[in-house]
């Protein structure tokens, strides 16, 4: 510890508030002058000062009666229970406020310690490390009161405020910077896509998919028969989750399964959410949740077919006029098949995959550029906050 600082209990710097319980006829603006912050507004995005951004509001006379005590500016609210608690967001109170029984609330502690010191300090403290870690994480306010926070005196705290004010005010200018150019990278590709695919060339052939492709659904043998393990005389069921992820895969008896597919099969995601994702990559048998699009080659490639299938208008289309019971999105196969589509010669088909997929890589290489450079960000946010508190800002 830098000579000069001191390390303290939380609870001798502060003044650790306890929320009260919410009452829940009084929700809504307009019923009080007192912002009645609930752990959901922890979870909010946007600015992390809450302005009058609290969706409820008490009277003086209510927060009385529910024995709720006043958080004064300055102070420092965020959750004590729940996964909120491992985003670690939190608050700045700016009028007097209340808080419910599963958020915690920080006053400085005046001569003590400079609010924004509190501020900053506790962005960088892994709140999570200090809860029970249970299924639904708590934090006690016997445990807030004894977490260790490094003290310097009053003029090098605020010194500290100021050096991470103009650090962060910067980072936040090329965070946003960053964000707007992996949207546009991402964009980039579905810009190219539309102007590609869809028919804005006046020669083009028009059917309708039905008449060009045929749309094979899957088969469902009973879970009883899965297999977590491949063997003889087995098969993979590809079920839609499997095409992120192979940590579930199972497998079935081959002579179980009615419908097949191979890598380079358009597979379609029948149920939501979200509907209609368009796949392919994987080999095996494929469940009822899926459908394959089985092109008439003579007129459309696979690959054509594959990015048409991939275009936000159809996927709207299908968004649109499918639904499933239960509140589940399902495709409807008439409707896709009545979906128009234009299509070139298959020669030209080619040349526009190829452009597309020239694009896609160039498309995927610019997104994972800009997305190594937010976490070079995050990590950089977060050394210069391990910085200022070990006292090696200069």
């Known amino acids: 510890m830098k000579a000069g600082w001191e390390v303290k209990a939380l609870g001798e710097v502060c003044e650790i508030h306890s929320g009260a319980g919410f009452p829940k006829d009084l929700q809504g603006e307009g019923v009080g002058e007192y912002p009645f912050f ?3 507004d922890m979870n909010a995005d946007g600015n992390e000062q809450a302005l009058i951004v609290a969706n409820n509001y008490v009277s003086d006379a209510v927060r009385r009666d529910l024995g709720a ?5 300055g102070s420092v609210v965020f959750p004590k229970v729940g996964g909120a608690i491992a985003t670690n967001k939190k608050r700045k109170i ?6 419910d029984n599963n958020v915690m609330g920080l006053t400085p502690r005046i001569g003590r310690i400079v609010p924004d010191y509190l501020s900053w300090w506790l962005d960088g403290f892994d709140i999570y490390e200090f809860s029970n870690k249970a299924a639904l994480p708590s934090i006690t306010k016997a445990t807030v009161e004894a977490w260790p926070i490094p003290l310097p005196p009053l003029d090098e705290q605020k010194r500290i405020v100021a050096v991470l004010d103009a650090a962060f005010e ?10 707007t150019n992996l949207q546009n990278a991402r964009e980039l590709f579905e810009s190219a896509l539309g102007f590609e695919i869809l028919p804005n060339k006046r020669d083009w052939a028009e059917y309708t998919l039905g008449d060009v492709c045929q749309f094979v659904g899957g088969s469902q043998p009973p879970k009883s028969d899965f297999l977590p393990n491949p063997g003889d005389g087995l098969v993979r069921l590809i079920q839609i989750r499997d095409y992120k992820s192979d940590a579930k ?7 179980l399964a009615r419908r097949f597919c191979n890598p380079e099969d358009i597979m379609i995601g029948r149920y939501g959410p979200p509907i209609f994702q368009i796949l392919r990559g994987i080999e095996g048998a494929y469940n009822v949740a899926l459908m394959k699009a089985v092109p008439i080659e003579k007129l459309m490639s696979k690959n054509f077919l594959f990015y048409f299938l991939k275009n936000r208008e159809i996927l709207q289309y299908v968004i649109d006029a499918s639904s499933r019971a239960a ?9 896709l098949e009545a979906y128009p589509i234009s299509l070139p010669s298959t020669d030209e088909q080619v040349a526009i995959v190829a452009r597309l997929e020239g694009i896609q890589a160039n498309s995927r290489e610019l997104d994972r550029h800009y997305r190594a450079k937010l976490a070079d960000l995050d990590a950089l ?10 006292g090696e800002l200069t």
Do not use: M
């Open 38 to 40: 609930k752990v959901g």
């Open 327 to 335: 509140g589940q999105d399902g495709v409807n196969k008439d409707a």
């Open 94 to 99: 700016v009028i007097p406020s209340c808080v």
């Open 381 to 390: 946010r977060q050394s210069l906050l391990q910085k200022a508190f070990a």
């Open 170 to 179: 910067g980072l936040t200018r090329a965070r946003a910077h960053t964000e």
């Open 69 to 73: 005590k006043l958080i004064a500016p």
């Open 249 to 255: 895969a199972v497998y079935i008896p081959i002579k």
